[in-house]
């Protein structure tokens, strides 16, 4: 069985500041790693994925991601949030092996203030 | 461009009637999934099928059923037996094999009891 946290339910935030948002995931077997993005009434987006090698991922819209074995995180990054990043983000967890269906955190809500 | 349709965008039901939910893609994907969106609650995973003709429940079948008679089309039907059917459905579906696990998401179904 697999598990994710996300730790924060809400993220407020002024623009061009930095903003990071967590993930903890818990496995007995290999995952992969994904962020997805969500703006209001649509379906999600998919930002980055970690499957392997460098555990520093990038995806669109500036963000970034690192994978911490040690720790089972995957904190989603950037450096300096726009307006446009208002949305809800959601962490993911899938088995690495004879990939099958993903988990999902309960998602975190990004706000971007003025 | 390819991509995963999901109709209608809208969708009321009255007390006591079976509704479906269509979701099509031409993305040449084997597995496809339905999840349920409650605010607060992030996705829950409803049915989830990984070939043509099998279909395995998630974590909340109950009052739900599927069909998948054509890699294309994977069907949602609310039924009566749903107590509390009033949610934001979303259709995905993702490849099993290769380098991108992540999900491609349809846009959503607005379900509402009136």
């Known amino acids: 069985a697999q598990s994710v946290t996300q730790l924060d339910s809400q993220v407020p935030v002024f623009e061009e500041a930095p903003v990071e948002l967590r993930c903890n995931y818990s496995?007995?077997?290999?995952?992969?790693l994904f962020w997805y993005v969500q703006y209001p009434n649509q379906g999600l987006q998919l930002l980055l994925k970690?499957?392997?090698?460098?555990?520093l991922v990038k995806g669109i819209n500036g963000f970034e991601a690192e994978f911490n074995k040690s720790q089972t995180s995957f904190h989603l990054r950037k450096p300096s949030v726009h307006i446009s990043d208002t949305a809800e983000y959601f962490c993911a967890v899938r088995r690495a092996a004879n990939a099958g269906k993903s988990t999902f955190g309960d998602g975190t809500t990004l706000t971007v203030k003025p | 461009d390819g991509g995963i349709t999901q109709s209608p965008k809208y969708l009321f039901r009255k007390e006591g009637q079976n509704v479906t939910l269509s979701c099509e893609q031409n993305l040449n994907h084997d597995a496809m999934y339905w999840y349920r969106q409650d605010p607060g609650q992030g996705l829950r995973l409803i049915y989830y099928s990984h070939i043509v003709n099998d279909f395995q429940k998630g974590d909340i079948a109950e009052g739900y059923s599927v069909s998948r008679e054509k890699k294309e089309s994977f069907p949602l039907t609310v039924t009566s037996a749903q107590k509390n059917p009033t949610a934001f459905y979303l259709c995905?579906?993702?490849?099993?094999?290769?380098?991108?696990?992540?999900?491609?998401f349809g846009s959503g179904t607005r379900l509402t009891v009136v």
């Open positions: 496995s007995s077997v290999s995952v992969y």
């Open positions: 970690y499957l392997s090698g460098s555990t």
């Open positions: 995905a579906s993702s490849i099993r094999t290769g380098e991108d696990y992540g999900y491609t």
